[in-house]
């Protein structure tokens, strides 16, 4: 089993900035993709960010330029720094990891944006 903590979230303003963090522990396997999904009230969780333990990076269409999602392999953690934020980005965000045995999600962690 792997265990996903994220923290970072809050109530922010548009055009303003936040890091959310997943922190991975349990069984962890070297080899695993990590990424951010998010959803919002009425809407389909979709994906925001990924990244392989490569360093492969994707991102959705509507976060290119504003977000950027890093990761350390040696604490087993992934970020995702999101800049001038909108308030079409508020949501509960979800950390994800994909390794061969299973896929892990984490509780969430709620942004709001205001405009």
């Known amino acids: 089993q792997v265990q996903l903590v994220e923290s970072g979230g809050g109530l922010v303003q548009a055009g303003e900035s936040l890091r959310l963090s997943c922190a991975a522990s349990g069984s962890i396997y070297s080899i695993a993709v990590m990424g951010w999904y998010r959803q919002a009230p009425g809407k389909q969780r979709e994906l925001v960010a990924r990244?392989?333990?490569?360093?492969?990076?994707s991102y959705a269409d509507s976060v290119k330029g504003r977000f950027t999602i890093s990761r350390d392999n040696a604490k087993n953690t992934v970020y995702l720094q999101m800049n001038s934020l909108k308030p079409e980005d508020t949501a509960v965000y979800y950390c994800?990891?994909?390794?061969?045995?299973?896929?892990?999600w984490g509780q969430g962690t709620q942004v709001t944006v205001s405009s």
């Open positions: 994800n990891r994909e390794q061969i045995e299973g896929t892990y």
């Open positions: 990244i392989t333990s490569g360093g492969i990076i």
